[in-house]
């Protein structure tokens, strides 16, 4: 039998939901209160204590202000006082030379450069149709002034910086050859020249690819595919790769896990732990690959997006990781964001785990085939040639291990080894596409 509810009770129950609701609302409008005042409280003990400061200095200071550095200073100041080790601030100008070299393009000279044990700057490469290649450069040149300031006063980072610059100024070098001799002075003007990220060839008398993977931008896997299908188009066989990625401090997070995706079959690549700890899954793989045996050649140097390449060959059972034990920086940085005045900053916002979910940060990757490089070849390291380098010399041997062209066999952990068959075995086709689909839907900085 239904029962009828009386006016009077409909009215309390009524009530009762609104105050529970009232209740319910003050409590997380008096939560937001707080944390907002709270924020308001520490903001305002910040902008005071710089407004102190900046009171007094502006009153008796002896020397002068320039604002924009103070600035700078005071932004970069805040990113460090984060505690972020792999925190950056970028100046209006740092940013942009940032944007130029994610697309391939910088505007300097047109050298890169080392810090000599003489003290100098060392040009060990002079890119193609660049100022530098124009004014008559070489590699193995010395920079033994910039203008007037002596190059052995100043850090790497001081050269490259004075070799960059807008397009259209110019800066003056002084310069000896090789031996030291011939000293003289040039003047070159900045422009934008490219700067391609992936070098690459098959050297006389092998079947093996070589490339050389300077940084990971928006080029690199169009600039690795033209050069696989410029060989097929030219009949030039390739039954195994070794992949350089030595002294590569990674580049782009993302265009490296797009070159993933073109050399791996399907797959998670990579996911983001986030600070909840939840994982968010940042990029899979088709089902198209390149079937070719892989060695990825890696150093201390190897960083980054680098060492994440260099774990997904491996984990993705493509083949070998031969050097030294990477860097080990698996943290994940936000894009930059871009401030008011044209500058920005960048702070870490999770940690990169790899296909198989294991983070390398702080450990780096260990190589399945140790070959590292005496004191004397570190010395003479930017001299040696894809024929007479130590290391690329191994990664070649470990090629011909996998494909079975020699019997010297790479000392392997049972969990890391893959036959040569699953990597793909010699004669094979560079890419492969998943049954049904089209083949055509597939798919230090220069200075």
Same mark, same amino acid.
């Given at each position: 039998?239904?029962?009828?509810?009386?006016?009077?009770?409909?009215?309390?129950?009524?009530?009762?939901?609104?105050?529970?609701?009232?209740?319910?609302?003050?409590?997380?409008?008096?939560?937001?209160?707080?944390?907002?005042?709270?924020?308001?409280?520490?903001?305002?003990?910040?902008?005071?204590?710089?407004?102190?400061?900046?009171?007094?200095?502006?009153?008796?200071?002896?020397?002068?202000?320039?604002?924009?550095?103070?600035?700078?200073?005071?932004?970069?100041?805040?990113?460090?006082?984060?505690?972020?080790?792999?925190?950056?601030?970028?100046?209006? =100008?740092? /940013?942009? !030379?940032?944007?130029?070299?994610?697309?391939?393009? %910088?505007? &300097? $000279?047109?050298? @890169? +450069?080392?810090?000599?044990?003489?003290?100098?700057?060392?040009?060990?490469?002079?890119?193609?149709?660049?100022?530098?290649?124009?004014?008559?450069?070489?590699?193995?040149?010395?920079?033994?002034?910039?203008?007037?300031?002596?190059?052995?006063?100043?850090?790497?980072?001081?050269?490259?910086?004075?070799?960059?610059?807008?397009?259209?100024?110019?800066?003056?070098?002084?310069?000896?050859?090789?031996?030291?001799?011939?000293?003289?002075?040039?003047?070159?003007?900045?422009?934008?020249?490219?700067?391609?990220?992936?070098?690459?060839?098959?050297?006389?008398?092998?079947?093996?690819?070589?490339?050389?993977?300077?940084?990971?931008?928006?080029?690199?896997?169009?600039?690795? =595919?033209? /050069?696989? !299908?410029?060989?097929?188009?030219?009949?030039?066989? %390739?039954? &195994? $790769?070794?992949? @350089? +990625?030595?002294?590569?401090?990674?580049?782009?997070?993302?265009?490296?896990?797009?070159?993933?995706?073109?050399?791996?079959?399907?797959?998670?690549?990579?996911?983001?732990?986030?600070?909840?700890?939840?994982?968010?899954?940042?990029?899979?793989?088709?089902?198209?690959?390149?079937?070719?045996?892989?060695?990825?050649?890696?150093?201390?140097?190897?960083?980054?997006?680098?060492?994440?390449?260099?774990?997904?060959?491996?984990?993705?059972?493509?083949?070998?990781?031969?050097?030294?034990?990477?860097?080990?920086?698996?943290?994940?940085?936000?894009?930059?964001?871009?401030?008011?005045?044209?500058?920005?900053?960048?702070?870490?916002?999770?940690?990169?785990?790899?296909?198989?979910?294991?983070?390398?940060?702080?450990?780096?990757?260990?190589?399945?085939?140790?070959?590292?490089?005496?004191?004397?070849?570190?010395?003479?390291?930017?001299?040696?040639?894809?024929?007479?380098?130590?290391?690329?010399?191994?990664?070649?041997?470990?090629?011909?291990?996998?494909?079975?062209?020699?019997?010297?066999?790479?000392?392997?952990?049972?969990?890391?080894?893959?036959?040569?068959?699953?990597?793909?075995?010699?004669?094979?086709?560079?890419?492969?596409?998943?049954?049904?689909?089209?083949?055509?839907?597939?798919?230090?900085?220069?200075?």
């Amino acid at each position: 039998m239904n029962k009828k509810i009386t006016v009077n009770l409909a009215v309390a129950i009524a009530i009762i939901a609104m105050t529970v609701t009232f209740v319910v609302t003050m409590i997380l409008s008096m939560q937001l209160f707080n944390r907002t005042v709270s924020g308001v409280r520490e903001k305002e003990i910040m902008y005071n204590k710089l407004s102190e400061m900046d009171k007094s200095a502006r009153e008796n200071y002896y020397g002068e202000i320039v604002d924009d550095t103070l600035y700078d200073y005071i932004a970069a100041g805040y990113v460090t006082g984060m505690g972020d080790k792999d925190a950056r601030y970028y100046t209006a =100008k740092q /940013y942009l !030379e940032y944007l130029n070299q994610q697309n391939g393009v %910088v505007m &300097g $000279v047109g050298a @890169d +450069v080392i810090k000599d044990a003489n003290g100098y700057a060392r040009i060990v490469k002079v890119y193609p149709n660049s100022p530098a290649e124009e004014s008559g450069l070489q590699k193995n040149f010395y920079i033994t002034k910039v203008g007037e300031l002596d190059v052995k006063t100043l850090s790497l980072s001081q050269v490259n910086s004075q070799l960059l610059g807008e397009s259209g100024t110019s800066v003056l070098l002084t310069v000896v050859n090789a031996t030291g001799e011939d000293e003289h002075t040039v003047e070159i003007q900045r422009r934008e020249f490219d700067v391609p990220s992936v070098e690459g060839q098959v050297p006389e008398g092998t079947t093996t690819a070589y490339f050389w993977i300077n940084a990971f931008n928006s080029k690199t896997v169009d600039e690795l =595919k033209a /050069y696989f !299908e410029r060989w097929q188009e030219e009949g030039v066989a %390739v039954d &195994g $790769v070794v992949f @350089d +990625v030595r002294n590569n401090t990674g580049g782009n997070l993302t265009n490296a896990m797009h070159v993933i995706d073109y050399l791996c079959p399907v797959g998670p690549i990579a996911s983001q732990q986030n600070k909840d700890g939840t994982v968010t899954t940042l990029e899979t793989s088709d089902a198209s690959e390149v079937e070719l045996p892989m060695v990825v050649l890696v150093n201390g140097n190897t960083s980054y997006a680098a060492e994440l390449f260099a774990t997904s060959i491996r984990e993705f059972e493509k083949g070998r990781v031969v050097g030294t034990r990477t860097a080990g920086k698996g943290t994940i940085q936000c894009r930059p964001v871009a401030l008011s005045d044209g500058s920005a900053f960048s702070y870490t916002v999770g940690l990169l785990l790899s296909k198989n979910g294991a983070t390398f940060n702080g450990t780096g990757i260990s190589p399945d085939v140790e070959a590292s490089l005496s004191a004397e070849e570190e010395a003479n390291f930017y001299n040696f040639t894809v024929d007479t380098d130590p290391q690329i010399l191994r990664a070649f041997e470990v090629v011909d291990t996998l494909t079975g062209r020699n019997d010297i066999q790479a000392s392997l952990e049972p969990s890391q080894s893959s036959s040569a068959s699953e990597a793909g075995g010699a004669g094979s086709s560079l890419q492969s596409e998943p049954a049904g689909t089209d083949a055509s839907s597939a798919a230090e900085p220069a200075a």
